[in-house]
């Protein structure tokens, strides 16, 4: 069963119409259209090869600017607690991802839900650079028991429509995002000059004829 659900997500990050719109049939029009991001920016997945491949995770996500090792976890409870075998899946996606500078996920899929199933966490670690660095800032981590031990929390992850958003901004889109921010400021930078010029123009004219030829005097 965890394979199926292994195919429908790497069908989703290969840019597949068809996936996509498999997992965000139930999603709401916005969701899609970020969902289907993905499409224009594909990634390149792999199955890892045999549960022994220790912190390869079940698939892995390769693409020109990112790639990460995942970890598929599909439950009917929105809480998965680690230990034994999951816990040394824990260690191991940490310590490889440390080792090779990769940032390790968790998708997580909880079943008869409505919208958007998958949700993502990251595993954190300490020596990311580059554009997985910028990315992960925005990846909720797994959090933490009582007892300072990562678990797994569905509620707390980041939604697969919002992660692939996330992945797919292309330059073009920070271009313009960049280019609304500039026009906003120059908006408000000639408000506030015209607001200067409005003030002193009116105190010009509120100031007696005597005051104001004394500014002239030498």
């Known amino acids: 069963m965890a394979s199926h659900y292994e195919r429908e997500l790497r069908a989703v990050l290969i840019g597949s119409p068809d996936g996509v ?18 499409i224009r920016r594909p990634f390149l997945v792999v199955r890892a090869a045999g549960s022994g491949v220790a912190g ?8 020109g600017d990112i790639s990460f090792p995942i970890e598929v976890k599909t439950t009917k409870e929105k809480k998965i607690y680690l230990s034994g075998r999951t816990w040394e ?10 080792r090779c500078g990769l940032m390790p996920i968790y998708a997580m899929r ?9 949700r993502i966490l990251k595993v954190e670690t ?3 650079s580059g554009t997985p660095s910028i990315i992960a800032r925005s990846i909720p981590s797994l959090p933490l028991t009582k007892n300072k031990r990562p678990y797994l929390d569905w509620d707390a992850g980041l939604p697969l429509h919002k992660f692939l958003a996330l992945l797919c901004r292309d330059e073009e889109s920070y271009s313009q995002t960049a280019e609304i921010l500039r026009s906003r400021t120059d908006q408000w930078v000639a408000q506030k000059d015209a607001r200067i010029t409005r003030e ?4 010009v004219e509120n100031e007696s004829p005597a005051e104001w ?6």
């Open 213 to 218: 030829v004394k500014k002239f005097r030498l």
């Open 56 to 63: 390869a995770g079940d698939l892995l996500a390769v693409r």
């Open 110 to 118: 909880l079943k008869g839900v409505r919208g958007d199933s998958w």
């Open 21 to 38: 719109r498999a997992v965000t049939r139930s999603c709401n029009a916005s969701e899609k259209a970020r969902a289907m991001q993905v």
């Open 126 to 128: 300490d020596n990311l």
């Open 89 to 98: 899946q824990y260690l191991d996606l940490k310590k490889e991802g440390e």
């Open 200 to 203: 002193e123009n009116e105190e």
